[in-house]
């Protein structure tokens, strides 16, 4: 209130001449002055170091002849830093002109406040002074408090994060009263006596008792509100990072003490090990996972939780109990599904993170495996029942298909992946969820046929599969790759190709593991952007999943012992003779010369050419258990304030190199949702989006025009979005007139 009450007396003042004093000669209100200059005030200061007479006389003249010339049109505040009765040709203005006389500034902002408040100001000479430069912004109830010691001038929850982040600045652009304040309650919470301390010195202080409670879980309530509060700042959070970087915690600790909620990555790799070393230990691992689950599911400190926590708990926590239950191979199918793939994606999760930490990933990898030799068991043991069901599923889609399907077709997208995929989406999006059991060998030429016609034959040409696919449905299907999907038109029928993950996994093995989780991010985006351009449903197929080995030994490799001709693969083999062992399934399958498929009974590879790590072709439920998931959107609440583009018409044969887009909306207000739209224009030149508008915000009835340059081209598009759900709501070709421009000859 202080700026407040200031800033209305000078204005008083002025309102009367253009010329005032405001006289301070114990220099204790210069703080106030920046509120002048910010009004636009002109300031003209006296030099109090000024001590003979002959200079004081001299400065006002020259001050005085200044405001009459140079600031004649502005309103000015001399700034006067000595007595009234020793001033000289400022001395009249005092009386002439106005003069707000700051003498004593204690009695003048005690009047003020007992006015205001009715509060007598208790605080001596002194303290008043810090609380008139801490009252700066402060409003009458912050000022009341302080008068009846509700509040302490200085409050260490304003102070003590930009100290912490900055300590020599903060510090060293205090007035020194206040900073001193500020000094004896940093003190205060270290519990030390006030001395001369560097502040960096006294920052690596609090912050050193801050990390040390929280490695020996002696924190106290006071330092883990700062903590979480500094985790919490977006602006401060960085410099908690390199003070915890910079933390050396003693080599013996024992992270089971430590504060669950503590920031030391460190103390996290350390508790992994030791659960890895206890990791058959059953009792071991139920009392230190509650531990690390509380750890891992607090809200407070997401920052420094290690996020394959999560995927440890679901690997060590998952209970194969259901499996037993399974009494047929469909059962095991919806166990594998619904339950055990969410533990194929917590050791990927931790293939990607440690894989070249194999102290690490090798017990994490054999607890995984013995989960996994049970689930196949099962699997193998009921497998006679195997029956797939990918042949001609495309052809079948499409034939019973309405105008608006989108069909994303992808290359090794493994159950877990399109499970994780679903559960995001689910958040806004309706999603049916469907199994589909592959073909064997589960690999792409066998398994995209597959999909691509009802007769079984293989076709090796994608293209020739989309052309089969066409000839078999009738449709005007389209067929694009995912990734060069762009708004604009929409046909009925599109099928949308996406290889990246099985390509990388292919090309890159294990390296692939850490672009999946960009592979799963693309699917999103162009699942969502698909509904956006206003297709009904969009379906998610593949033709096969796939394994991950992690990390492998020589012996850890199947021999393909055969007889007769062979071709081996890394995870099947194809035969001309029939074989007899009983550690593997068989297919009769004729390609070629081959006659037969044999893939073993477990996840392991067969000693083939070539790297390891990720492969398919076998027949276990994650190369053959797939997903036939439909995406759609939940009905509308509300359809939003229509928008279309006016001008089409004009738009398709413009002349020159500048068009202009007219926006239309209805004028019609059904609901608080067409009040006003905020719409984005798209210009595609192919696929290529080469420029955008701002965001346009339109209101009922509103007709708004955007203008746009060809910029070489003669022929683009426009595609008109809502900006915020990039819903498409229209579209229009544009093309450049072949005609000469002549400039309005004709």
């Known amino acids: 209130m202080i700026d407040k009450w200031f800033v209305e007396d000078i204005e008083h003042l002025l309102k009367r001449r253009n010329l005032i004093v405001l006289l301070d000669p114990q220099v204790q209100s210069g703080f106030l002055l920046p509120l002048l200059e910010s009004k636009g005030y002109t300031i003209l200061q006296t030099n109090k170091s000024l001590s003979e007479e002959w200079q004081m006389v001299k400065e006002e003249l020259f001050l005085r002849e200044k405001a009459e010339n140079e600031h004649k049109d502005s309103k000015v505040v001399f700034y006067v830093t000595r007595d009234q009765n020793k001033l000289s040709f400022l001395f009249d203005y005092c009386f002439t002109h106005g003069c707000l006389d700051l003498s004593s500034l204690s009695v003048w902002l005690k009047d003020k406040l007992f006015a205001n408040t009715g509060l007598q100001v208790h605080l001596d000479n002194k303290m008043l002074l810090i609380a008139a430069k801490q009252g700066v912004g402060k409003d009458i109830a912050w000022w009341k408090k302080i008068l009846q010691d509700l509040e302490d001038l200085i409050s260490l929850d304003d102070e003590l994060?930009?100290?912490?982040?900055?300590?020599?600045?903060?510090?060293?652009?205090?007035?020194?009263?206040?900073?001193?304040?500020?000094?004896?309650?940093?003190?205060?919470?270290?519990?030390?006596?006030?001395?001369?301390?560097?502040?960096?010195?006294?920052?690596?202080?609090?912050?050193?008792?801050?990390?040390?409670?929280?490695?020996?879980?002696?924190?106290?309530?006071?330092?883990?509100?700062?903590?979480?509060?500094?985790?919490?700042?977006?602006?401060?959070?960085?410099?908690?990072?390199?003070?915890?970087?910079?933390?050396?915690?003693?080599?013996?600790?024992?992270?089971?003490?430590?504060?669950?909620?503590?920031?030391?990555?460190?103390?996290?790799?350390?508790?992994?090990?030791?659960?890895?070393?206890?990791?058959?230990?059953?009792?071991?691992?139920?009392?230190?996972?509650?531990?690390?689950?509380?750890?891992?599911?607090?809200?407070?400190?997401?920052?420094?939780?290690?996020?394959?926590?999560?995927?440890?708990?679901?690997?060590?926590?998952?209970?194969?109990?259901?499996?037993?239950?399974?009494?047929?191979?469909?059962?095991?199918?919806?166990?594998?599904?619904?339950?055990?793939?969410?533990?194929?994606?917590?050791?990927?999760?931790?293939?990607?993170?440690?894989?070249?930490?194999?102290?690490?990933?090798?017990?994490?990898?054999?607890?995984?495996?013995?989960?996994?030799?049970?689930?196949?068991?099962?699997?193998?043991?009921?497998?006679?029942?195997?029956?797939?069901?990918?042949?001609?599923?495309?052809?079948?889609?499409?034939?019973?298909?309405?105008?608006?399907?989108?069909?994303?077709?992808?290359?090794?997208?493994?159950?877990?992946?399109?499970?994780?995929?679903?559960?995001?989406?689910?958040?806004?999006?309706?999603?049916?969820?469907?199994?589909?059991?592959?073909?064997?060998?589960?690999?792409?030429?066998?398994?995209?046929?597959?999909?691509?016609?009802?007769?079984?034959?293989?076709?090796?040409?994608?293209?020739?599969?989309?052309?089969?696919?066409?000839?078999?449905?009738?449709?005007?299907?389209?067929?694009?790759?995912?990734?060069?999907?762009?708004?604009?038109?929409?046909?009925?029928?599109?099928?949308?190709?996406?290889?990246?993950?099985?390509?990388?996994?292919?090309?890159?093995?294990?390296?692939?593991?850490?672009?999946?989780?960009?592979?799963?991010?693309?699917?999103?985006?162009?699942?969502?952007?698909?509904?956006?351009?206003?297709?009904?449903?969009?379906?998610?197929?593949?033709?096969?999943?796939?394994?991950?080995?992690?990390?492998?030994?020589?012996?850890?490799?199947?021999?393909?012992?055969?007889?007769?001709?062979?071709?081996v693969h890394e995870r099947y083999i194809r035969t001309v003779e029939k074989q007899n062992d009983n550690d593997w399934c068989e297919v009769k399958e004729s390609y070629g010369e081959y006659n037969y498929v044999y893939a073993a009974k477990s996840s392991r590879p067969f000693k083939s050419k070539g790297t390891y790590g990720f492969s398919h072709g076998g027949f276990t439920p994650q190369e053959i258990v797939l997903p036939k998931f439909c995406f759609s959107k939940e009905a509308d609440i509300a359809s939003g304030l229509e928008i279309i583009i006016k001008n089409k018409k004009e738009l398709s044969d413009v002349a020159g190199d500048i068009f202009e887009i007219k926006l239309q909306a209805s004028s019609m207000i059904t609901d608080l949702f067409t009040t006003f739209r905020k719409v984005q224009l798209l210009i595609y030149e192919g696929s290529i989006n080469y420029i955008s508008s701002n965001i346009i915000t339109i209101k009922p009835g509103d007709l708004q025009s955007v203008e746009f340059t060809f910029q070489g081209k003669m022929e683009v598009k426009a595609v008109l979005l809502d900006a915020e759900t990039r819903e498409q709501l229209d579209v229009t070709d544009i093309k450049k007139s072949n005609a000469r421009d002549l400039g309005g000859l004709l």
Request: aromatic fraction near 12%; glycine fraction near 4%.
């Open 161 to 567: 994060l930009p100290f912490l982040n900055d300590p020599d600045n903060h510090l060293n652009n205090k007035d020194k009263d206040i900073r001193k304040l500020v000094e004896e309650k940093l003190f205060e919470l270290l519990g030390q006596p006030y001395m001369k301390k560097p502040p960096k010195t006294l920052a690596n202080e609090i912050v050193g008792r801050l990390l040390d409670g929280l490695a020996h879980n002696t924190v106290t309530p006071l330092f883990m509100q700062m903590y979480y509060r500094w985790i919490d700042s977006e602006t401060y959070y960085p410099s908690l990072t390199q003070y915890v970087n910079a933390y050396k915690l003693e080599q013996k600790i024992d992270p089971w003490t430590a504060h669950p909620e503590h920031c030391f990555e460190a103390l996290d790799l350390k508790m992994l090990q030791l659960l890895n070393e206890h990791i058959k230990d059953k009792v071991y691992l139920s009392e230190k996972l509650d531990i690390i689950k509380v750890r891992a599911n607090s809200t407070k400190i997401k920052r420094f939780v290690s996020p394959w926590w999560h995927d440890v708990i679901m690997l060590l926590e998952f209970d194969m109990s259901l499996l037993n239950a399974c009494k047929d191979f469909n059962a095991v199918v919806t166990f594998y599904a619904d339950y055990y793939s969410k533990i194929d994606r917590a050791i990927r999760n931790l293939y990607a993170t440690f894989l070249h930490e194999k102290s690490i990933i090798r017990p994490l990898q054999d607890y995984y495996e013995a989960l996994n030799y049970e689930l196949l068991y099962k699997w193998f043991v009921e497998g006679h029942d195997y029956q797939a069901n990918q042949k001609g599923y495309l052809v079948d889609l499409f034939r019973h298909a309405k105008p608006g399907t989108a069909v994303v077709v992808g290359d090794g997208i493994r159950y877990e992946i399109a499970d994780y995929i679903a559960q995001t989406l689910s958040k806004y999006l309706k999603v049916e969820k469907q199994i589909m059991l592959a073909d064997m060998p589960s690999e792409t030429e066998h398994n995209m046929s597959a999909l691509y016609v009802e007769n079984g034959e293989v076709i090796s040409i994608h293209k020739d599969r989309e052309k089969k696919l066409t000839e078999a449905t009738g449709k005007a299907i389209v067929f694009v790759d995912l990734e060069a999907l762009n708004y604009g038109e929409k046909p009925d029928f599109l099928v949308l190709s996406y290889k990246d993950i099985d390509s990388a996994g292919e090309k890159l093995q294990q390296g692939a593991i850490k672009l999946f989780s960009e592979f799963e991010q693309v699917l999103m985006d162009k699942i969502t952007q698909l509904l956006n351009m206003g297709y009904q449903e969009v379906h998610l197929v593949t033709d096969h999943g796939f394994v991950l080995t992690g990390v492998l030994e020589e012996a850890d490799k199947i021999s393909p012992n055969v007889t007769g001709k062979k071709v």
